[in-house]
């Protein structure tokens, strides 16, 4: 808060009546009268006032920034994003999933491999057709935000910070246009984003565990413009992927046949990037293939205007209070290496809506066991995506490593319903999070243990082949023996 506000602090209390009243425990929100205040209107948020608005309970969203359908430029981060089954599957309850996927969705049938020397090699996500989408941030939030917006009973607050909350009783303060304003909520779902100001609040509280991790990365985003003809500069429906050890590039179709490329290196390689003639130099070094599809000079003068944004990890637990929830990236920001924070975030709401169904809104029940079920998968994701950022280094050069893909998609090809690669579990399933990790853990051993058994039988055979080289040998020189004995009876 600004120092000039003290003086002249306004309190207004929005929709007069004040709903948080009930702070004796009876929290089944069967009435329609009940208040459920969303805090943050991004992505995971907007779906959420979906979901709540079908229930018939009034939902304010108390978004940070303006309304963005109004906006023309959206300030912050990933222009686009790989929405995959379990994002697809939170849309489709709403109604939403074929708008997306279908008006304004790119199908991105595998990864294109783009190697140093500027060969491609395409590596399929599954069997033919199976594919995830390359979806824009800015439609997907603009599109819920509307859906959310056609029904009554949802009340949509732009440019409303929260500053204060008290997650006992449902109070909530926010900054609004330099005045304060005042709400109160039967339930607070704080949806704020990875730098959640709910969760803050929480972390306050004894017994909440939290750990945060930057890790030496950061990412730029920088932009393919379409050819002059007005076409994808590249193979429109695959990520395309640079992997290059330490760095990485990795590029997504848009709508308007540009591509978003997001370049990650550490801090302090953007840090050594000092000068075009820097830049230039590392750039035909390390992607000399993506120069004339940028172009020299855009690169120059994108890179140099934009800066590096860090990276978090967040995980938490509990993720409730008697009367707030958090979900999506304020309860689990994830590295972006798995492309799931987004339809993690959105699997949160289907969970939600299952419990709010299943205990008949009664949330006395329903928070705790919201923590309960989804922390250990959110929590298995946040490893999965940490893991895949350390094993994505290896990607370039290490060959056991390439070999064990090979053969984890050979198995996949041959045994479709056994055999499941794990990223294929995480993008084109719902088997819960958690259980990924235990499947992958027992395909390893399997192979593992088949990479034993074939080395094992490969010294079994090579024992047996000297053995039989011994036998060879002893047998030569029984005969040997004998036939000098049977010489020397013969008297010869
Ligand atoms: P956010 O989208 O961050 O929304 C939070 C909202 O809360 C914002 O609108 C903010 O203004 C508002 N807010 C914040 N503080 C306050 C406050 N105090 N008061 C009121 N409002 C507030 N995920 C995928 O699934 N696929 C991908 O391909 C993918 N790619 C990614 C690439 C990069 C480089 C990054 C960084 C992330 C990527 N993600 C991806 C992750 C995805 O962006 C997030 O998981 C997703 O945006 C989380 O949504 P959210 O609604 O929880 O948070
Ligand atoms: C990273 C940044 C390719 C968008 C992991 C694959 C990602 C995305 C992969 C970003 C990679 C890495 C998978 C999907 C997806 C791959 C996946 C990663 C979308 C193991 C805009 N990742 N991402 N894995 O398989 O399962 O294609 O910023 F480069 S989608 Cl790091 Cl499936």
Redesign the pocket.
Known sequence: MGPQKSAEVSRITEEGDMMGGDVSGDLIMASGEKKVAI?????????NACYLARRGVQVHV????GD?RQMEHVP???I?????HR?RSALARVGLEDLVIQQHGIPMYGRMIHATDGRKKVIPYGKAGQCIY?VG?RYL?ETMLSEAETHPNVHLHFN????HSDLKTGHMV?ESNGREVQADADLILG????????RRQMMKAPRFNYSQTYIPHG?M?LCIPPTATGQFAMEPNYLHIWPRGEFMMIA?PNQDRTWTV?L?MPFAVFDRITTPDELLEFFRENYRDAIPLIGEEKLIKDFFSNRA?P?VSVKCSPYHSPKALI?????H????F?????????EDCLLLDDLLTKHDMDLERVLPEYTEVRNPDAEAICDLAMYNYVEMRHLVNSRAFLMRKALDSFLHTFFPNSWTPLYSMVSFTRVRYHQAIAHKERQDKIVFGGVMTLAAALAAGVAYLAQRGDLWRSATEVVNEQARLALSRLGL
């Open positions: 805090v943050g209107g991004g992505l995971v948020g907007a779906l108390y978004e940070y920034r963005i912050g981060r990933s686009n994003l790989a929405l995959s994002g390359s941030r939030n409303h910070k929260l500053l926010f949806c704020d984003g990875a730098y959640s100001a709910v990412y985003e997504l997001t990650f944004s990276l979900m999506g990236d304020a309860a920001a994830m590295v972006p798995y492309g799931q924070g987004m339809n993690a975030g959105f």
